[in-house]
């Protein structure tokens, strides 16, 4: 089993939808979570991260985290074509200074049309 | 500008070389890091390095190798080990500064790796 489990999709949705994009994860350890956005062929980009359970909102983005339930949530309101793109969901642990040494979910592939 | 900037954007290998990407950052980080983008699988990581002259495997170092001669640079080489190395590949750095900062990973716009 895959310590990070993303539902791939791919999810098409119409201009103006609210998109929820979830994983669960198993090793509670984890205490940082991110979500990432990847358009074709580049590297990817953060878009929110959050430290332990709650919520978390910037414009049409929120994140929420779970901890109790190991999961987490990436929502996008009135969502527009230019969202259209992979959105990786990635975690890590506390300690030390590797940020970077993140667990990431499959990615899962998003199309706005319009 | 600051940044990753990753070289080359496009690399085609024969079947028995080895090939070393290249991966430059300006950010004055002391953490850099190499993934590995397969079709459905995320992001793996292969090799991390804190500080110049020291590295680790990540979950997928077998055939690879790295160096970190200057905080600058920390360049791949994909040996001809490596079984399946066709993939895209990522180059990462993070500040260390603020422990409570997930928000300094920063990546390059990776490098694909074709074996013909």
């Known amino acids: 089993q895959k310590e990070v489990e993303q539902d791939p999709g791919p999810l098409s949705v119409p201009e103006g939808a609210i998109v929820s994009l979830n994983c669960t994860y198993s090793?509670?350890?984890?205490?940082?979570f991110m979500w990432y956005r990847q358009y074709s062929r580049k590297g990817p980009e953060l878009l929110m991260y959050?430290?332990?359970?709650g919520n978390k909102e910037d414009g049409r983005f929120t994140a929420q985290v779970d901890k109790s339930s190991k999961y987490i949530s990436l929502f996008i309101r009135d969502s527009q074509p230019s969202d259209s793109a992979t959105y990786l969901c990635?975690?890590?642990?506390?300690?030390?200074?590797?940020?970077?040494?993140?667990?990431f979910g499959q990615g899962t592939i998003l199309t706005v049309h319009p | 500008d600051g940044g990753i900037t990753q070289s080359p954007k496009y690399l085609f290998r024969k079947e028995g070389q080895n090939v070393t990407l290249s991966c430059e950052q300006n950010?004055?980080?002391?953490?850099m890091y190499w993934y590995r983008q397969d079709p459905g699988q995320g992001l793996r990581l292969i090799y991390y390095?804190?500080?110049?002259?020291?590295?680790q495997k990540g979950d997928i170092a077998e055939g690879y190798s790295v160096s970190r001669e200057k905080k600058e640079s920390f360049p791949l080489t994909v040996t001809s080990a490596q079984k399946n190395p066709t993939a895209f590949y990522l180059c990462?750095?993070?500040?260390?500064?603020?422990?409570?900062?997930?928000?300094?990973?920063?990546f390059g716009e990776g490098s694909w790796l074709t074996v013909v």
């Open positions: 990635a975690m890590r642990g506390p300690g030390g200074t590797s940020y970077g040494k993140l667990t």
């Open positions: 090793n509670s350890a984890f205490q940082y």
């Open positions: 959050t430290y332990s359970s």
């Open positions: 950010l004055n980080h002391d953490a």
């Open positions: 390095s804190q500080i110049v002259n020291d590295f």
């Open positions: 990462a750095s993070a500040g260390t500064g603020d422990a409570s900062a997930g928000n300094t990973i920063y």
